[in-house]
């Protein structure tokens, strides 16, 4: 079976903002997809790169929350929508984009988790473990693409 | 890649999570412990050695199975967290929520 996932990875001296390498790729909006969206991206963002293994499971993990994020609530798993993943890998840092086409939302609206009983059931429990993951994060005006930003070290 | 179970010493029965515990397979864990309940399993071990991640559906599949294995008068312990799977319980406070052991082999000789 062809895989359903568009990928594409750029290694050039001219990107914009400074980055070395540019993978993107493009996924449907079905949470079965996710797993191998995580591994090509992660695979390829750290090919012969100096990363530590927790800078590699953190990858790993909030590139999982932030698609399933937009393939949930973004999409509403509209499977004729898109998730779109773009990172952009620079000397100090790796920057992570996911975007999707829902309406988008307001972060700041999302009530993080009070207490470990309620993780099974709390809204913003993804975006709560992206924020204590990463070192920055940052949204668009509308709200559908999260930006969120790794130190190499 | 997958749920592996098995029978430990004293009945005990033992989960292995090979490869990813995400949104994609959570429910298949969770009926996996509802079937060692209705079977009258009431002792568990899930052993994370062989685990790249886990994203938060995991980790709330986990508090659920958790809750449903306490109504029904059971136990649970988790084994195999290496240190960044232990970071993830510790930044939910879910560390002070679950019963871990280092290795499988010190959880069922805790039971």
């Not at chain 2, 306490?70 to 084994?79: C, I, T, V």
Request: aromatic share 4%.
């Amino acid at each position: 079976m062809t895989s359903p996932l568009r990928f594409c990875v750029r290694r050039s001296s001219a990107l914009e903002r400074g980055a070395t390498t540019l993978v993107t790729l493009r996924l449907p909006s079905d949470v079965g997809c996710i797993e191998e969206a995580v591994e090509l991206v992660t695979r390829h963002c750290l090919a012969g790169q100096h990363a530590t293994e927790t800078i590699r499971f953190r990858l790993r993990v909030v590139l999982s929350e932030a698609i399933s994020n937009a393939i949930i609530r973004g999409n509403a798993e509209d499977h004729t929508k898109w998730v779109d993943v773009r990172v952009e890998l620079v000397p100090e840092v790796i920057r992570v984009y996911v975007t999707d086409e829902g309406p988008g939302f307001d972060p700041a609206a999302i009530p993080e988790p009070i207490s470990p009983e309620q993780l099974d059931e709390a809204r913003g429990r993804g975006l709560y473990l992206i924020r204590k993951l990463v070192d920055a994060v940052h949204f668009n005006e509308q709200g559908n693409s999260i930006c969120m930003t790794l130190r190499r070290s | 890649m997958g749920f592996s179970e098995s029978k430990g010493t004293g009945g005990i029965t033992l989960v292995e999570v090979d490869g990813q515990l995400i949104i994609g397979n959570r429910q298949e864990l969770k009926d996996l412990v509802q079937a060692a309940l209705e079977r009258g399993e009431r002792r568990l071990l899930i052993d994370f050695s062989k685990t790249g991640y886990i994203d938060s559906s995991g980790l709330g599949a986990l508090v659920s199975i958790s809750k449903r294995i306490r109504e029904a008068g059971g136990e649970l312990r988790l084994s195999g967290l290496n240190e960044d799977l232990r970071s993830l319980f510790e930044l939910t406070k879910l560390d002070t929520l679950f019963a871990i052991n280092e290795t499988p082999e010190q959880a069922l000789a805790s039971f």
